[in-house]
Nanobody, 124 residues
Framework: VQLQASGGGLVQAGGSLRFSCAASGRTSSIDTMGWFRQAPGKEREFVASISRSGSTTDYLDSVQGRFTISRDSAKNTVYLQMNSLKPEDTAVYYC??????????????????WGKGTQVTVSS
């Protein structure tokens, strides 16, 4: 499975950005998809996730209400709409997918597939 992420960039505080992450290859072998982020000097942290069906979503508390994750199963693509961005959202963002039927949780140690990191910089 390959994950191709696009989006990100530089934005002023209060602005918006949108990520997309397209899965290719053996997509039937993955279920939950989402994003993590890593700021300089900090550990990689969970941001948002969405189940294979799209019926279940989960968010980091600090992005709840500002970020929205969605999924187009026909295109094997997941989207992350980020609104009301804050300087503390500045980080490298990584798309990720968990292996289907895995007992692992959706965490940096639990996901099986990673996309290339994309920088998000929010200026104050």
């Amino acid at each position: 499975v390959q994950l191709q992420a696009s989006g990100g960039g530089l934005v002023q505080a209060g602005g918006s950005l949108r990520f997309s992450c397209a899965a290719s290859g053996r997509t039937s072998s993955i279920d939950t998809m989402g994003w993590f982020r890593q700021a300089p000097g900090k550990e990689r942290e969970f941001v948002a996730s969405i189940s294979r069906s799209g019926s279940t979503t989960d968010y980091l508390d600090s992005v709840q209400g500002r970020f929205t994750i969605s999924r187009d199963s026909a295109k094997n693509t997941v989207y992350l709409q980020m609104n009301s961005l804050k300087p503390e959202d500045t980080a490298v963002y990584y798309c990720a997918a968990r292996r289907r039927f895995s007992s692992a949780d959706f965490s940096p140690a639990g996901v099986a597939y990673w996309g290339k990191g994309t920088q998000v910089t929010v200026s104050s």
